[in-house]
């Protein structure tokens, strides 16, 4: 069993900056890849960004490219999500998962006002 708890969402200005957590529990966060999802009020749940195993490797929507990070600390089965330059159109409940599975957190609020 694998819980994930995000945190640092919050309300900040278009421009502004947030870093998103996503804390696993149990010893298995360092065989997964992991992902960060976020769903606006109304649309349906979409894709952010994903990281591999080790961190090697890490993918982006295209709304994000060039304003979000991706990072992980496999010793503190930690996953990261650095938001820059943050627009109206970025507010959602922002949620972590490990890839290919059914664990989920419960999500955080970001919202970035105009």
């Known amino acids: 069993q694998v819980q994930l708890v995000e945190s640092g969402g919050g309300l900040v200005q278009a421009g502004g900056s947030l870093r998103l957590s996503c804390a696993a529990s149990?010893?298995?966060?360092?065989?997964?890849?992991m992902e960060w999802h976020r769903q606006a009020a109304g649309k349906e749940r979409e894709f952010v960004a994903a990281?591999?195993?080790?961190?090697?490797?890490?993918r982006y929507a295209d709304s994000v490219k060039g304003r979000f990070t991706i990072s992980r600390d496999n010793a503190k089965n930690t996953v990261y999500l650095e938001m820059n330059n943050l627009k109206p159109e970025d507010t959602a409940i922002y949620y972590c998962?490990?890839?290919?599975?059914?664990?989920w957190g419960q999500g955080t609020q970001v919202t970035a006002s105009s």
């Open positions: 990281i591999s195993r080790i961190g090697g490797s890490t």
């Open positions: 998962r490990l890839s290919g599975s059914v664990y």
């Open positions: 149990g010893r298995t966060f360092g065989i997964y890849a």
